[in-house]
């Protein structure tokens, strides 16, 4: 039962964990907290039962289950990055240089526009993703693992190690941190910072993509609103783990994935969703740097 | 400019952009929906930055209302004569509507206190407006309190509910401040919708009753339309008394910059906490009108949506501009009537707008200069 409880929180966290990815890296960079970026997470998994559909009836998925899925990723993540590409251009560039509420309420309207835009072409109620992996799985310490199960885990945690080693080893990711520090110095060394910035935007969009297809094909159906309610608990994740550092995101979504999974079997499952802000408003109060993070001075 | 730098930025204009949109928006509708947006917005696009050219060099009128209306009070008492007369001229759905615009003219103002004036911005306050709308219904129909021995008690308890939330949450920057109120409005929402044994869960409470007037039930809209009036006169006479008093000023100031404002010895945690509290205030008067009006309440009133649409009625105004405020809620609350036949598209709409109107008017519609200048 533990066990059990203990590889759901698992899952549930690795998903957390990359969306909280693309929250972390951003706020690292601009300061913002995109509220958009759930709704990409949204759009991926729509994407994914969108694009799988269509390669279904095309044939291809009789033809080849692995490849199809392969597509799918690709293709949804291509998409995904791209929105958030087209998102930060439109939305958030343009008030760079503005008062700090401007791009929040700004990333508010980009995530009121995405949800409802969902809404009106693909419906208010539940869409199915179409059940192409069966519920097959193997034993682990007599506990119940599905494939799919050890897929997201395994997945989740193989990308994150490859974004680490992207923002620590390449000279892309070194240029991240280096903007994220101070982009007045940046730029004076030469970064492109526009660049930076988008390249920041496609990578954690990506990340989004892939957590909305996986988390399509755990649940097996998708809503316009679980963007919300997944930003709300990637954003406590980041923060726990200590909003701009990248291994903080990792580890701040495991801990919250493990503690609303064992939360809901052991305390309530009706407060499910209220675990994630009392941790938020917990972690807020008590140690805003969150687990991992570095305290800021404020800057005056 | 050369003319080929004009023409390939013609062509990025009008080709580049447009498909590009469109075929983000490819997956969704499908291709012929995706190719007809790809004409209309290669038309609109070089379209609209032509026009912009020609908008600029024509010099607008001024367009601050008080330019074509008498300034002050006598355009307050101007705007009070159609607002005195509307039920006898509308049907009870247009006196349904106004009330239920005046709430949230209510409602709207207190947010305009905490957000406007103070400048932290609040993304749970429906939390407050919930706690008076319960506080009243739980008053009215388990202990049999009346509407005018039950308000100064759920008022009370949602200042209350904002004076202590604020205490730990002041201490917090900016958005760290959005996301605990945010998080705080979810929570307040999930205690209401899942403890069914004292809120009666998702069903709601129903049989709420309506309030008295010297031994008048006021259960015709027409007359419910009257007290809600009274209350956003004496709303919005407090608020301009408040804005222009020694608090008020002191809220403005540590808007405009914290450090500074505590370096002129203002006590930066207590006005924050008055704030927060004073804005509560409100959110509660206009809960329990709103539990009167509508003599039932549910946790779908109350979601963070809600929080949003009343964000966006101060925003769209103009932060801290009471006039800017109440054209901003009326905007919003009749603005889904007048357009019923479109009205699925209102939120498309409105979350373009807000986007828009942060890039080209980040002030607001009615809000001076003054309110952007804070980093």
């Known amino acids: ?300 | 400019m050369n003319g080929m730098t004009m023409k390939r930025s013609f062509l990025f204009r009008s080709l580049i952009i447009p498909l590009w949109i469109s075929f983000l928006f490819l997956p969704f509708k499908g291709l012929l929906p995706a190719a007809v947006l790809f004409v209309v917005l290669s038309v609109t696009i070089p379209l609209s930055k032509a026009l912009a050219g020609y908008l600029k060099e024509i010099r607008l009128p001024d367009l601050r209302l008080t330019r074509f209306v008498p300034a002050g009070d006598r355009l307050g008492l101007l705007l009070l004569v159609p607002a005195l007369l509307l039920p006898f001229a509308g049907d009870n759905y247009i006196t349904d509507i106004a009330t239920l615009a005046g709430i949230y003219i209510i409602l709207a103002l207190g947010l305009n206190v905490v957000v406007g004036y103070t400048g932290l911005l609040n993304l749970g306050f429906v939390a407050f407006y919930a706690i008076g709308a319960y506080g009243y219904a739980l008053l009215n129909t388990r202990l049999g309190l009346g509407f005018w021995s039950a308000m100064p008690l759920s008022v009370l308890s949602a200042t209350a509910a904002g004076f202590l939330l604020a205490v730990p949450a002041v201490r917090l920057r900016g958005d760290y401040l959005a996301l605990v109120t945010l998080g705080f409005g979810e929570i307040v929402r999930l205690i209401l919708n899942n403890w069914d044994s004292f809120t009666k869960g998702p069903n709601g409470i129903n049989g709420i009753a309506a309030p008295q007037v010297l031994d008048i039930q006021i259960g015709k809209i027409s007359l419910y339309y009257y007290l809600v009036l009274v209350f956003v006169l004496v709303t919005v006479f407090v608020m301009r008394r408040v804005q222009d008093s020694k608090t008020g000023r002191a809220w403005i100031a540590i808007r405009e910059d914290e450090i500074a404002s505590a370096a002129m010895g203002i006590s930066t945690t207590w006005h924050k906490l008055s704030s927060c509290a004073f804005g509560a205030f409100w959110a509660g008067l206009a809960g329990t009108l709103f539990a009167a009006k509508m003599r039932f309440v549910s946790p779908e009133s109350f979601t963070f949506m809600e929080s949003v649409l009343v964000l966006c009625m101060v925003i769209i105004g103009g932060l801290g501009s009471i006039v800017g405020v109440i054209v901003g809620a009326l905007v919003l609350v009749l603005l889904p009537e007048v357009l019923r036949e479109v009205q699925m598209y209102r939120m498309l709409a409105l979350g373009c707008g807000l986007v828009f109107l942060m890039i080209f008017r980040p002030q607001g519609l009615f809000g001076g200069k003054h309110a952007a200048s804070d980093r």
């Not at chain 1, 343009?94 to 526009?113: D, E, K, M, T």
């Not at chain 1, 608990?233 to 909003?243: E, H, P």
């Open chain 1, 1 to 300: 039962m533990l066990l059990q409880q203990l590889i759901n929180g698992l899952t549930l966290g690795g998903v957390y964990a990359l969306i909280a990815l693309g929250y972390t890296m951003v706020y690292g960079i601009l300061e913002l907290i995109n509220f958009a970026h759930g709704e990409i997470y949204m759009l991926g998994a729509y994407l994914g039962i969108i694009i799988l559909a269509f390669l279904t009836a095309a044939g291809l998925t009789a033809y080849s289950l692995p490849l199809s899925l392969f597509i799918t990723l690709v293709l949804t993540v291509l998409f995904c990055s791209s929105y958030g590409f087209t998102i930060e251009k439109i939305a958030y560039r343009p008030l760079r240089n503005a008062p700090r509420l401007s791009p929040l309420i700004s990333a508010i309207g980009v995530s009121i526009f995405l949800q409802n835009y969902v809404m009106l072409t693909q419906g208010a109620t539940d869409k199915v993703f179409p059940s192409v992996l069966g519920s097959g799985g193997f034993e682990f310490f007599s506990t119940r693992v599905t494939y799919l199960q050890a897929a997201i885990i395994a997945a989740s945690g193989i990308i994150m190690v490859l974004l680490h080693l992207f923002v620590m080893k390449t000279k892309t990711g070194k240029a991240m941190r280096c903007v994220a520090q101070d982009k007045v110095m940046a730029s004076l060394v030469g970064i492109d910072i526009d660049r930076v910035i988008s390249i920041t935007f496609i990578i954690g969009s990506g990340l989004a993509a892939v957590a909305g297809v996986m988390v399509a094909l755990y649940y097996g159906l998708v809503n316009y609103s679980i963007g919300y309610s997944a930003g709300i608990k990637a954003f406590t994740a980041a923060v726990l783990g200590g909003i701009g550092s990248i291994p903080g995101a990792m580890l701040g979504g495991v801990v919250l994935g493990l503690a609303e999974s064992l939360g809901a079997s052991y305390i309530s499952s009706e407060y499910k969703d209220a675990y994630a802000f009392v941790i938020l408003i917990i972690i807020l109060l008590l140690k805003p740097e969150g687990l991992l993070g570095k305290r800021r001075e404020e800057k005056i």
